[in-house]
């Protein structure tokens, strides 16, 4: 009886001496916060976050706190990096430092901080140099991937010429063209555009970052815990991961009853490769979930963002036809009408180059990037940053500095060109977001946003259904992704 009474007694003392010490560092991790509007108990900032446009709210905020400043999503403290200088004293000349990446609670449920994007610290690092090393074997890069695309853009171009005349929405014909070309790295195969099970993951993928950028998304991972119980289509997210779970675990299957050791002949069988050779280390990252999670992280990652930017680029275009025939011009100057255009013509085509540039910075596809987090204490600027802070670096507030972009909120190609009329980068522009953590497949997508607008571009002329003054560039919805109101198009031969 006294033992029980005894032990019973030091738990409630363990526990509350480990409460104690929980709210002591809390306490002190708010403190030495950067400064931000003040925060309403559990909703945090919430009510200066408007609903759909998170990342202007966030612009504004900054006019008032500063390019790093706090603001509470929920009961979560995040920090905002805003404006080019601050994005590149912490994420360029920071690296190492603000490497880790954040949780998000609508990927977190499902990856469990496994796969690439999630991950952090030694699996981190052993997957992203596993995928970049085996994305380069298999021509990632290289012309061998390059041949591909152009395959798939002459794919597209016969599907868009069996529309002619005729109205139609562009989204489904382009996803289907974008993930064919990361299937055929990742799976080994492409599928046909009408094929009812590729239809089936496209419209997962799109339905997925569609409610992932709405407020039920932001509002999921504000408030996880709760929203599992509020009725919504925010449970739609799950369905459909576990969906493309069962997709990617067939392949996979299939994979493993096909393959032959040592010949690799896509992503999935390299990862089996690797799991075979690493079969004795129990450390070893290379695993069943591992393997489900970094083909998703592919697949998704490499169809849904680069499908997005090319929808919004052919709206540009038909907002703007006097920019979509200056390409025009140049294309038939410098490639003509006879053969594809390749990346080789990209450096002679400065003003196809500029334009391509100008829609990702006025784009922005991924407005807030990933959330990252710091991997140890650390000072930016006059702050002091835990390690684990959660940062969110506002890549469109590099687009929209004014600082580096002449009328940042205008479409204008000239912010990529010199006083001659040469291609010119910039710094600022930061789609792919800069330093260690930057996306992996940055140079696929530029090949193959190149590579398709070209194509299409070369062939057609985008007219649009009703007045080019009523096109509407505004993002449907922000959040995690920018993406435009649905449109349609007509084409007509050149
Ligand atoms: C226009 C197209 C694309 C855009 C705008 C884009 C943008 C981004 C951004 C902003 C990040 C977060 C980087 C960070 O946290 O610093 C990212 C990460 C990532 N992206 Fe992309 N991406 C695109 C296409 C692709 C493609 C085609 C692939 C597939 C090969 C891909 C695979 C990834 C992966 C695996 C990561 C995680 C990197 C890591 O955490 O180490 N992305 N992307």
């Known amino acids: 009886m006294v033992t029980c009474l005894a032990t019973l007694l030091l738990s409630i003392l363990t526990l509350t001496l480990a409460w104690w010490g929980w ?21 945090g900032n919430l009510l200066q976050l408007p609903s759909g446009r998170l990342d202007r709210a966030l612009m504004e905020l900054s006019g008032r706190w500063g390019p790093v ?32 990446r954040g949780a998000m609670a609508v990927f977190e449920r499902f990856t469990h901080g496994n796969g690439i994007v999630f991950s952090n610290g030694p699996r981190w690092r052993t997957l992203r140099n596993f995928a970049l090393g085996v994305l380069k074997e298999l021509g990632v890069g290289t012309r061998t991937i390059e041949d591909r695309i152009l395959e798939e853009a002459a794919c597209l171009l016969d599907e868009f010429q069996a529309t002619m005349g005729a109205p139609f929405d562009p989204r489904q014909l382009l996803d289907n063209a974008v993930s064919n070309v990361i299937c055929s790295v990742v799976f080994g195969k492409r599928y046909n555009y ?17 409610i992932m950028s709405s407020r039920w998304g932001e509002t999921y991972n504000m408030f996880p815990s709760f929203m599992d119980w509020i009725p919504g289509p925010h449970h739609r997210i799950f369905k459909n991961f576990q969906e493309l779970r069962l997709f990617i675990s067939e392949q996979i299957q299939w994979h493993r009853q096909s393959r032959q050791a040592g010949q690799p002949r896509d992503f999935i069988d390299r990862f089996l490769d690797q799991m075979a050779k690493e079969q004795q280390d129990l450390e070893s990252h290379f695993q069943d979930e591992t393997l489900v999670m970094t083909t998703h992280n592919l697949f998704f990652g490499g169809t849904e963002t680069t499908s997005t930017t090319l929808r919004y680029g052919l709206l540009i275009m038909l907002k703007y036809p006097e920019v979509a025939a ?44 990933l959330p990252r987090a710091v991997t140890r204490d650390t000072h930016l600027r006059d702050h002091f940053l835990h390690k684990g802070t959660f940062v969110i670096p506002l890549l469109v507030s590099a687009h929209r500095d004014p600082t580096q972009f002449k009328d940042p909120d205008q479409f204008n190609p000239t912010n990529f060109l010199d006083a001659q009329g040469q291609f010119q980068n910039n710094d600022a522009f930061m789609p792919f977001a800069p330093g260690k953590r930057m996306c992996l497949g940055a140079g696929l997508a530029r ?48």
């Open 23 to 43: 709210v002591v560092r809390r306490a002190q991790l708010q403190r030495d916060l950067p400064p931000g509007p003040k925060p309403l108990p559990l909703l």
């Open 69 to 100: 400043f706090t603001v509470w999503l929920g009961p979560r403290p995040a920090v905002v990096l805003c404006g080019y200088k601050a994005l590149r004293e912490a994420l360029v000349l920071q690296a190492d430092a603000f490497s880790g």
């Open 194 to 210: 009408g094929d009812p099970e590729f239809l089936r993951l496209l419209d997962l993928f799109s339905d997925n970052f569609r």
């Open 326 to 369: 200056k390409v025009q011009e140049e294309l038939d100057a410098t490639v003509g009408r006879t053969r594809a255009p390749t990346l080789e013509d990209r450096a002679r085509l400065p003003y196809t180059n500029a334009v391509l540039h100008e829609i990702q910075r006025f784009v922005s596809v991924l407005p807030l990037g």
């Open 447 to 494: 090949s193959e946003i190149f590579l398709f607008l070209t194509a299409i571009l070369q062939k057609f002329c985008l007219l649009p259904v009703g007045s080019p003054a009523n096109i509407n560039l505004t993002p449907q919805c922000t959040g995690l992704g920018n993406m435009p109101l649905a449109f349609q198009l007509r084409l007509e031969a050149r």
